[in-house]
């Protein structure tokens, strides 16, 4: 597509639910990242992909985050058992490495409420 | 920690004040550095890079140059605009893909 697509766009759901986010990157972006943005935490790095593995997981908060992407292409976060403290907003980004300064590109993020 | 720092917001100025967002960070070498813009109900995106020491980014009248003796890219503006009003990130690549970003500076310009 045009632009990285991300679903759904907002999601209201009860603590101790799973969620799934999606992340539709731009047609032929080999790297696609997910990031958290918290209400006065900036933006914490999640996990980065280069086509279907995931050599840097190392912001993935706990082990109730899990991400996966398939066919070099969508990619879905997966948290189970949400907390109160998983609200935030989930953005996805994605980038083609067809320079030496990587310019990744962003959805418009899933805005995640947990009650 | 975070090895990007910026200029602790929000930030509120007039229109036609001119603009400054400090930003510094620590690296080993000279990783490539950015500027991303958050408009309000936009999403992230690109406002201009440096690729290597002394590099001047520059887009919509904005400018950052990458400054290896006192490790900064500070983004200005000589006049900034309402429309200019948004979060501003500094940025920086953590080996070879996981770039890492500053804690966002909100900007209001006010007519």
């Known amino acids: ?115 | 920690g975070n090895s990007v720092t910026q200029m602790e917001g929000p930030v509120t100025l007039s229109e036609e004040a001119f603009l400054t967002i400090n930003c510094t960070y620590t690296a080993t070498g000279y990783p490539s550095l950015f500027w991303y813009v958050q408009y309000p109900g936009e999403g992230l995106q690109l406002l201009l890079k440096a690729t290597k020491a002394d590099d001047k980014g520059s887009n919509k009248g904005f400018e950052a140059t990458y400054r290896k003796e006192t490790t900064s890219f500070h983004l200005e503006k000589g006049s900034v605009q309402v429309s200019d009003s948004a979060v501003y990130f500094c940025a920086r690549f953590q080996g070879a893909q996981k770039l890492v970003f500053g804690q966002g500076t909100r900007l209001t310009i006010n007519p």
Do not use: M
Request: proline share 3%; with cysteine.
């Open chain 1, 1 to 115: 597509g045009a632009g990285v697509s991300q679903s759904p766009s907002n999601k209201v759901t009860e603590k101790g639910k799973d969620v799934e986010l999606r992340c539709d990157p731009i047609s032929g972006h080999t790297a696609l990242y997910w990031y958290r943005q918290s209400l006065g935490q900036g933006l914490e790095f999640l996990i980065y992909f280069q086509g279907n593995s995931a050599p840097d997981k190392s912001g993935l908060p706990s082990d109730r985050f899990s991400a996966e992407r398939t066919g070099g292409s969508v990619s879905t976060l997966t948290i189970q058992r949400t907390q109160q403290e998983d609200s935030a907003v989930y953005l996805c980004a994605s980038s083609s490495q067809d320079s030496g300064a990587n310019v990744l590109t962003f959805g418009a993020g899933s805005r995640l409420t947990v009650l």
